[in-house]
Every structure is written in C-alpha cells, then in structure tokens.
C-alpha cells in the first residue's frame, strides 16, 4: 500500500505536534507494509524532495500564507504527478487549500481524512470556507479524528452525518535516541532536575502567559523548550516578572530534549484554546514516564491526561490553577505515582505500533471499499 500525505507543512522546514503526529504514522504504517510519502509546501523549496527519517518528502514552493493558509499553486502539478505512484491520499486537516488541491486534482482515487482540529481563529472567513469544508469533508471515504472527545466537541464532527473512526496518535519510543549520560550530566549541572518541563511551538494558543504567571513564587524551575511567533514577548514578559527560574532553551536537539524529559519531574500544557487538540508533548511526557498538567479544553488533551491519575487538569487561562497544580506536583511521591500511571496508559494507547496497525487496516479496508463509515470506533 502506497499511501500520499497531504498538508501544509512539514519536516525538516518546519517543526511541530502534528508534523510529528504525520511523521509518526508514516513510520508505523512501515511496519505493516505501508510506503508513505508527504507532500506539502516550502518557502524555498530547494531541494524539492528531502528524506526524512526514511520518508520521501516532495515540496512545492509556498507564495503565501493568508490566514495561515499556505497558497502555492505548483501543489497542484506536484499532486497529479504523485497519483501516479499513490494507491490513496491522506490529508490532515485543516488545511483550506488541500480541499482545493482534491476537487482540481485528487478525487481519482480513495481518500481519507485526519482530522486533527477545528478552524479556530479565522471565524469570518470560517463561514465563508464552510461549504466548501462540508463537501470536502462528504468526499473522504473515511474521516479519523485522534480522540473520542473531540467528536464529541468538535462543532463539525459533532453534526456530522457520518460515523467518525478514532485512531489516538501514537509515538514510537524507537524514534527516540537513548538518554546519554555525558549529555544528561552537563544539564542537570545547568538545569538541575526535578522541574517543570513545557515543549513545543511558542504560538498564540499555548497559554505560556499564564504558565510565567503561575511560576511567580514557585518553589521550582521551568523550562521552556522551543521557539516560535511569542518568543520574544514571552521573554519580555518573563524579565518583567522577574523570573529567575524561568529558562527558555529555544529548539533543542532529540538527544537534549530525551535528557530533558528523563530530568523533569512534570511535563506542562498549559494551552488555553481549542487549537490545542491533541498535545503531542503531553504523549512525549507520558512516555517517559513523567506526571502531566494540562488544561480542561474538552479536546484530546482530556484524552491524554486523566486528572488525579496521570497528572492534575486545570481550567485553561487560570494562572492561580496552574500554581497550585505545579505546587502539588512538587510532592515527589505523588509525581512519581502519577508519572507511572502515564507511563501504563502510554503502553495501552499511546503506542506508533498500535498507531500505526490501526492505520494500516484502515487504509486496506478503504482500498478494499469496506463501508468503514458504518463504524465509529477506538481503533486498536
């Protein structure tokens, strides 16, 4: 089975959750004889195909990106010529200009849909976009979301007509490299252990404001890893608040980021938006074995983390919470009691194995032509 990936962004340009999510279910679709490829767009799309972890990735140059839309009308080119080798398309929504993409050239052949988030931000053009999402969304032959709870959030899903498959995202453990202990040695000596961890793209949604505020008259340090569009507000912030114990790291390398999870004692989401949907780092979290603290948006993050089990939820947008639960967490009994529950419910539905399976029988069944929109289900 040869299966294309659609979306508008990707490795190595860009780094984020669902670049993971989509990376991740290309290599466990390996696993079980499944050969995938991505194609999405790039400012400078030079070379025009990289590998990536073994995957084929072809990019067409990005004109411009209204509303955080990626536009490049070479994609379109790109895609009928990668219908020649694909047996069928994955896209990942959203992303308005793969609907677009579909209906000029990539309705040939058997197509599926992740649905990874609602439109959030753009609600005016939202209403403008929404009859060409509906039937975009009415020409998938199976649609997936990545958690029970965001069909039964979603605006979208919750009306739609159509039973939705759940597959949860996965991570392989495999893909990660192993914690060196010269590495592991020098930051605990910078960072000391035992602190509070964030990972990820520093975008509006994230809640880091409320996490700077929540680190006032903590008895801990945080670390913030990664960069992005609130970097620089978020330091200002963090200086004006006088946060000593508040670190940014910017982007970290894999080998730093395991050393960094195997030192911290929680890992935090503090998201206040419903475009977190799932929280990649919250998986990356729990399978190293580390308490979660996350934020109730009624979105896969819910999911992930059960509260007083893997770790404590927290009403979003509420630093006074957020303190608390990270004050409670300083308990090391509780963090590690926590930290091997997420550990087990990692194992269970977490896995890129069980990810991946579960994708590989949707893709035979779709190609197959098995009425896979008679079931909604948690696939395993």
């Not at 195997?262 to 580390?290: D, I, N, Q, T």
């Not at 893997?310 to 509420?318: Q, R």
Request: proline share 5%; net charge positive.
């Amino acid at each position: 089975m040869r299966v294309l990936h659609v979306y508008r962004t990707f490795f190595p340009e860009t780094q984020g959750g669902l670049e993971e999510a989509i990376l991740q279910i290309c290599l466990g679709g390996a696993c079980h004889e499944v050969e995938s490829r991505v194609l999405t767009l790039a400012a400078i799309p030079a070379p025009d195909m990289v590998c990536y972890h073994g995957v084929e990735v072809y990019r067409a140059p990005r004109w411009f990106e209204p509303a955080s839309c990626g536009i490049g009308p070479a994609a379109l080119s790109l895609l009928k010529r990668q219908l020649h080798w694909a047996d069928m398309v994955h896209y990942h929504y959203p992303w308005p200009f793969a609907d677009i993409l579909h209906f000029l050239g990539g309705g040939c052949i058997p197509s599926l849909l992740t649905y990874h988030s609602d439109v959030i931000r753009q609600r005016w053009l939202g209403m403008l976009y929404r009859p060409l999402r509906d039937r975009f969304l009415r020409s998938m032959s199976v649609i997936v979301a990545t958690s029970p709870a965001y069909v039964a959030t979603s605006p979208v899903l919750s009306r739609y007509p159509e039973p939705i498959r759940v597959i949860p995202l996965g991570i392989d453990e495999s893909r990660y490299p192993p914690v060196e202990a010269e590495l592991l040695s020098r930051l605990r000596d910078r960072y000391g252990e035992g602190f509070f961890l964030f990972i990820g793209v520093l975008r509006y949604y994230k809640g880091l404001q409320f996490l700077l505020e929540a680190a006032r008259g903590l008895a801990g340090r945080v670390l913030i890893v990664g960069s992005g569009p609130e970097d620089a507000s978020l330091r200002r912030r963090a200086t004006e608040l006088g946060l000593d114990q508040v670190h940014f790291l910017g982007q970290v390398s894999d080998r730093e980021k395991v050393c960094l999870l195997s030192l911290a004692r929680a890992v935090v989401l503090p998201s206040h938006l419903r475009s977190e949907a799932f929280g990649v780092s919250l998986l990356e979290g729990a399978m190293s074995g580390k308490a979660l603290i996350s934020t109730a948006l009624g979105t896969g993050t819910d999911f992930v983390n059960l509260h007083s089990v893997t770790g404590l939820v927290v009403a979003p947008a509420d630093a006074l919470q957020l303190r608390q639960a990270m004050r409670e967490l300083l308990d090391d009994e509780l963090a590690a009691r926590m930290g091997a529950a997420a550990r087990r419910r990692y194992e269970d539905l977490f896995t890129g194995q069980r990810m991946g399976r579960s994708y590989a029988r949707l893709y035979a069944a779709t190609a197959a032509g098995i009425g896979m929109r008679g079931q909604s289900v948690l696939s395993g």
